[in-house]
């Protein structure tokens, strides 16, 4: 058994203020926040020393990350949030074709497309529920060709051409949660890319199983590991066929040569880091990841699923319209309802120091494993007071 009162002492914000807006920001825990500290220390008293113990560890932060969404060590490269690596992914694949995405999405994923003038077809959910199915034919047998190679990719058809099926796992606006393995079969051969911020630390997710081709996230969200981190996933095969249009001096085979004559791109997904990394950022997700392990994932999200159940049900209690969709293969740990005058009515919550967002037509609350099924009451209790207010 989880002792929860244990490890709500960890997270000194409790001490303030009712926090409920995680899929905004998390705070981090104690735990993370001093093993964050120990690369300051290390940085203050031995400098660059200490730069071969950090590679170590940085390297064992990308064995971690591996496992926890079922890739190889190879496939991981560290960035500085999701929209990095959106981009990154985007300037491999912009040009193969036309993507597929929908209208809730948050722009860190669709902007780095449209940027680059990528042919975008929208679609919009029915019900909070964004299904691709109806959109996508079965792919062809033959394609084109993209590097001289052969490619299984769609040509023109009733599909618009597309290339790329672009998603979130969870809908930032409605919680709305994709079934990426369903999406995986359904895909063929098309590229699946994946923002997993909304779901990554508390969601399973296994990049094998789902076929994902390229997946971002960012560190500051449900994985609470502070602003500045995020994570990119590429599929082997296609480090190895799509060439970067960037290379940096790390990113290079043997970079320690100091070769100003070569820039020979290395065989995995570190060739993404271009320079010296930002090693405090991967060592605080290094030790989320080890903070929420040690808790147990599984834990981690039958306890968030459990304080969304007491939500939903004291917001059915009241008569509020629930926008999230509510199946369970379709949940996640973002509850939306809806609220007249949502933005001004969140700005009189938190002048009561009770925090939620604005987000999809009413009020997203997003609890995470420190808070209780009584801030859960607070929060409603609070918010029919400021509600019958003239």
């Known amino acids: 058994m989880v002792n929860w009162n244990k490890i709500r002492k960890d997270f000194p914000i409790t001490e303030r203020f009712t926090y409920l807006d995680h899929a905004s920001a998390s705070p981090i825990p104690t735990p993370v926040y001093r093993q964050t500290l120990r690369y300051y220390d290390e940085l203050g008293g031995f400098a660059d020393f200490s730069w071969n113990r950090w590679i170590a560890r940085r390297e064992a932060v990308r064995r971690q990350v591996a496992r926890l969404i079922g890739a190889e060590p190879g496939e991981i490269a560290f960035t500085t949030s999701t929209s990095h690596g959106m981009n990154l992914i985007a300037e491999l694949i912009a040009d193969k074709g036309g993507v597929l995405t929908n209208s809730i999405e948050f722009p860190a994923t669709t902007v780095p497309w449209v940027y680059r003038g990528t042919k975008m077809k929208f679609i919009k959910p029915i019900d909070g529920i964004v299904d691709y199915t109806p959109h996508l034919n079965p792919p062809p047998q033959g394609g084109r060709k993209i590097g001289g190679t052969p490619s299984p990719f769609m040509g023109e058809g009733r599909d618009g051409g597309i290339k790329t099926i672009l998603t979130s796992f969870v809908q930032f606006q409605n919680g709305f949660r994709q079934d990426l393995d369903a999406l995986g079969k359904l895909k063929g ?80 997904a570190s060739r993404y880091e271009y320079g010296c990394p930002p090693f405090p950022h991967i060592f605080a997700m290094g030790a989320a990841i080890e903070y929420l392990a040690g808790i147990g994932f599984e834990n981690v999200w039958k306890r968030i699923r459990f304080l969304t159940d007491c939500l939903i049900e004291r917001l059915s209690k009241e008569g509020f319209e629930i926008l999230s969709p509510l199946a369970p293969s379709e949940r996640s740990g973002i509850v939306v309802f809806r609220v007249k005058n949502a933005a001004k009515l969140t700005k009189h919550l938190l002048a009561k120091r009770i925090y939620v967002s604005p987000r999809g037509g009413g009020i997203r609350v997003a609890p995470h494993i420190y808070n209780t099924a009584s801030e859960i009451k607070h929060l409603l209790k609070t918010l029919k007071e400021e509600l019958r207010q003239p």
Request: aromatic share 14%; with cysteine.
């Open 189 to 268: 051969d098309r590229f699946l890319v994946v923002n997993a911020t909304q779901g990554f630390g508390y969601l399973p997710i296994n990049v094998k199983q789902s076929r994902i081709d390229f997946l971002a996230t960012n560190s500051y969200k449900w994985l609470m590991a502070g602003y500045g981190g995020g994570i990119l996933y590429l599929r082997k095969k296609w480090i190895q066929k799509l060439k970067p249009d960037s290379c940096g001096w790390r990113s290079v085979d043997h970079p320690e040569k100091f070769d100003n004559r070569s820039a020979k791109p290395k065989q995995d």
